[in-house]
């Protein structure tokens, strides 16, 4: 916080956020809300879409993005939030491991995601807070090797 010219006191867009942060926590009293939080809205399921999450086992989601890879040109792997590192790492070992057979290009969004408030008590009214949440959306590719033709030096 600083002080204007008049003595009195301003509050930076952080400590606004901070307040406004602390004023909502004090909204969502364990004793009289539950908190649920809404899955977040997917694109359109496609073949070769891969939802990476914190809770399935790294290994597997490798395997199944590799068989993925292996029958089709392309996989698009998605990652949110936490798991945006782990998504990243499953892109970067598919494409270690390819041998430089396969390319990725890589997109950040920000996710609107909705929480519901679900009251203990009857007397209070259910609420809905929207947050916002970082992704990243990863396309895995094959590459076509380009073939050199060597021509002959003597014609």
């Known amino acids: 916080m600083s002080a204007n010219f008049d003595g009195t006191s301003k509050s930076s867009g952080v400590e606004s956020k901070e307040k406004s942060s602390k004023n909502f926590k004090e909204l969502i009293d364990k004793e009289e809300y539950d908190l649920r939080k809404r899955l977040p809205r997917k694109l359109p399921k496609r073949k070769t879409d891969v939802y ?5 086992d790294f290994a597997c989601q490798l395997e199944r993005a ?4 292996d029958s089709e040109n392309e996989v698009y792997v998605h990652g ?5 590192n782990r998504a990243i790492n499953l892109a970067l070992q598919i494409q270690t ?7 990725i290009a890589a ?11 679900e009251p203990q008590t009857d ?3 259910p609420e ?4 916002n949440n970082s992704a990243i959306h990863i396309k895995v590719y094959k590459i076509n ?5 060597l021509k002959d030096a003597t014609t």
């Open 97 to 103: 491991e390819s041998q430089g057979l396969v390319e």
């Open 128 to 131: 809905t807070q929207s947050r």
């Open 123 to 125: 007397d209070l009214e």
């Open 80 to 84: 949110l939030g936490a798991a945006i």
């Open 145 to 149: 090797p380009v073939k050199v033709e």
């Open 107 to 117: 997109h950040t969004s920000t996710v609107e995601l909705v929480d519901d408030l």
């Open 66 to 69: 590799q068989k993925l890879l």
């Open 52 to 56: 990476i999450t914190r809770k399935t």
